[in-house]
């Protein structure tokens, strides 16, 4: 039987070690999508974002810190984003007419103009209704950003910005992908509220 204060040890070490492990690729990133995001929100733009399971809830936990505030110590205006997994209607509309592979796409087709950004996130790279939802954004004119684990994006040129996560561990890629957002909330808010 395995020790339970083994099993938190590990994950600790394997959480620390993943922070350093790719520090200069999420730097990158962060720095690159910081910028492209304020822009969009400069312009009047929006983004909307997309994922599965634990990434379904990521995607709405950013759009809440983009629309309300990441911290109460900045009084700032609303910025536009949408997670598009909140819509059960809409979902299980598209799931059921055209297939599960078409519940974010059919919602970037309604809601994504030039200049937009699409935002999907997939442990995996594969997941098809993320894919179809990048391929419309890219068809649309949309920015495109990929948030995956060390597998990639199944088809990488669908994407103008990769953060990879080097890891095959889901709950270690999941907790990377919400650190780099909260930190990318934070970027934004100080090129627009600085």
């Known amino acids: 039987m395995t020790d339970r204060k083994d099993i938190i040890a590990s994950a600790v070490r394997d959480a620390v070690a993943l922070k350093t492990a790719y520090a200069q690729h999420r730097e990158e990133w962060l720095l690159a999508a910081s910028d492209r995001l304020a822009d969009a929100f400069r312009n009047g733009n929006k983004v909307l974002i997309a994922g599965n399971g634990g990434s379904a809830a990521d995607s709405q936990h950013f759009a809440a810190e983009l629309v309300v505030r990441l911290s109460s110590q900045l009084d700032r205006q609303a910025l536009p984003a949408i997670a598009l997994t909140v819509d059960s209607s809409i979902i299980t509309a598209a799931a059921n007419d055209f297939g599960f592979e078409h519940i974010f796409s059919r919602q970037v087709e309604a809601l994504g103009n030039s200049g937009d950004v699409f935002i999907g996130i997939s442990t995996s790279g594969n997941s098809e209704n993320i894919l179809n939802a990048f391929r419309v954004a890219k068809r649309r004119s949309l920015t495109t950003f990929g948030l ?29 992908h919400i650190f780099a957002l909260h930190l990318l909330t934070e970027l934004i808010e100080s090129i627009l509220y600085s």
């Not at 994407?159 to 907790?175: G, H, I, K, N, Y």
């Open 148 to 176: 995956c684990g060390k597998a990639g994006i199944k088809e990488p040129a669908l994407c103008d910005l990769v953060l990879a996560v080097p890891s095959f561990t889901t709950a270690r890629v999941q907790e990377e």
